[in-house]
């Protein structure tokens, strides 16, 4: 029996971190089902904490991880690119209230974005911090290949859009109360612009036509985000 | 399956072939998603094998971050320094957002409707 070749082998394949990545986001996902979905327990959540835990005690860095589970960093192109399906199903939603529709996406997007920006500035944030936080609310693939183009930290950015979500999933209901909204259209609408995938799964709960008016701004605002930010930050380092 | 995850792979492959040759500054992904949108568009419709394929990605999505996500181990600094205003502006940016989001489609919604 020749262990040494055993162990180099098991410290050396993607193998060990790809079954690592897979099966804790499994895990992840009977955890989460087991507790009717509670927002607080995303299967990502708990992937993390186990992933983590294990970085931490084999002392592998971050590079040589992300080497392992290149592969599956790699479908978040073609996963983009079918975001257009869910879009292209809702769509029909958007000629009923094209105008609110509209106006809601860019005027709150970009007020959502500049009021998280105005509070780290005021609170002494650097600049990474402040271009990671500007793509908090749309969905995460989109996040990460946008953040790559502003110069942000793309881990970071998703970091913040997953707790964006939480945030909006679990206060949601209690603010649209607060506000008295009364559309269903409206609440999830902006589940959909301000927390993403998270909001949407929060809009289901309300009713059909909130979780189609959700999916739409999800779309809709990643879409928006994603063309217009690098511009404009490019535009605001140029001055 | 497999049309449909060629289909997906060639828009983004155009996507990204665009933002190459016109220098654009929009991922390329989001352009080949534009692209299969407008696909959908003109097609009136997706078809099956398409339809698969778009499922098992979008069903495991959260799956697909977490490469990118764990680099977060890296950013112990930026996070213990900046905690607070990291914090507030999550808690707080999200909450006010949300209420302004909602408000302002509720109060077009409501104008268009006393229009007609």
């Known amino acids: ?239 | 399956m497999l049309k449909g995850i060629i289909t997906l792979l060639i828009f983004q492959f155009l996507g990204e072939c665009i933002a190459k040759l016109f220098e654009l500054l929009v991922p390329g992904p989001v352009i080949g998603m534009v692209l299969m949108l407008f696909f959908l568009i003109l097609r009136k419709g997706s078809f099956p094998s398409l339809d698969s394929a778009v499922f098992i990605h979008l069903r495991y999505l959260p799956l697909l971050f977490i490469p990118a996500a764990m680099g977060i181990i890296t950013q112990a600094d930026i996070i213990s320094k900046e905690f607070w205003a990291i914090f507030i502006s999550l808690l707080f940016g999200t909450i006010i957002a949300l209420a302004f989001s909602a408000k302002l489609m509720d109060y077009l919604t409501i104008k268009q409707e006393n229009k007609k």
């Open chain 1, 1 to 239: 029996m020749n262990f040494e070749a055993l162990v180099n082998y098991i410290q050396s394949t993607p193998l060990v971190w790809l079954i690592l990545t897979l099966g804790s986001f499994k895990l992840g996902i009977i955890i989460y089902e087991k507790f009717n979905k509670h927002t607080l327990l995303q299967p990502i959540i708990i992937a993390y904490t186990i992933i983590m835990s294990a970085l931490f005690i084999t002392g592998v860095s971050y590079e040589q991880y992300f080497k392992g589970v290149e592969i599956i960093h790699f479908f978040l192109g073609p996963a983009t690119v079918a975001l257009a399906l869910p879009l292209y199903n809702n769509l029909k939603y958007i000629k009923s209230l094209f105008i609110p529709i509209l106006l809601t996406l860019v005027v709150a997007g970009v007020f959502s974005i500049l009021i998280a920006v105005v509070f780290l500035w005021a609170l002494d944030a650097q600049l990474p911090t402040i271009l990671s936080m500007t793509t908090k609310s749309i969905t995460a693939p989109i996040a990460i290949i946008t953040s790559e183009q502003i110069g942000a930290i793309p881990s970071l950015a998703v970091g913040f859009v997953i707790i964006t979500g939480i945030i909006g999933a679990l206060l949601g209901t209690s603010i649209f109360k607060f506000m008295k909204i009364k559309h269903d259209t409206s609440k999830g609408f902006a589940l959909g612009l301000i927390s993403h995938g998270i909001g949407t799964a929060r809009a289901i709960e309300i009713s059909e036509k909130a979780a189609a008016f959700s999916a739409l701004a999800m779309g809709l605002s990643g879409i928006f985000t994603a063309v217009f930010l690098p511009l404009i930050i490019q535009f605001l380092k140029g001055l």
